[in-house]
């Protein structure tokens, strides 16, 4: 499984790929950083940011696409900006039919590291551990980008046996049907 990691952002969207399956070792295939002027126009940054993942695409070929799912801060337009990135990046993965995942900051934490409230500097750490690395990626956008990467490889089977069950449930469970003239 080949996955591109996204952790959004307006000034800097981490990008990392990493291939491997649960169960065995894996292997960074690139990470790196999209960025964009703080001074430039929103939509003009937006395009430097779609195109950047563009060329990460097409470079690397990944089969799915996790992005950082984007939560509540106290500072909105933070939290804005962020969401547009995310959005950008979902966007880029669904024109070419890649299956796109998003995975909230702790579950990333807590798949990697163990603990849903690690900080940055342990999940660069775990990062560099798990991936064989010599040094933690820098900046730690980068690093988490790889985390997320990390983070679905290893949820992933388990995310398509849980859908797999609920299909099956589906299909053997009988439809209420409502008595006519009831709704």
Partial sequence: MRVLG????????????????AGRPLRMLGVGVVRTPAEAETADRLVLIERGIEQWLDEHRPEFVAVERVFSQHNVSTVMGTAQASAVAMLCAARRGLPVALHTPSEVKAAVTGSGRADKA??????????RLDAPPKPADAADALALAICHIWRAPAAGRLQQLAAAQRRTTAPVRLPKGTR
């Fill in 6 to 21: 996204v952790d959004p952002g307006l000034t800097r969207c981490g990008v990392g790929v990493v291939e491997g399956t």
């Fill in 122 to 131: 342990q999940v660069g750490a775990m990062v560099t551990r798990l991936l």
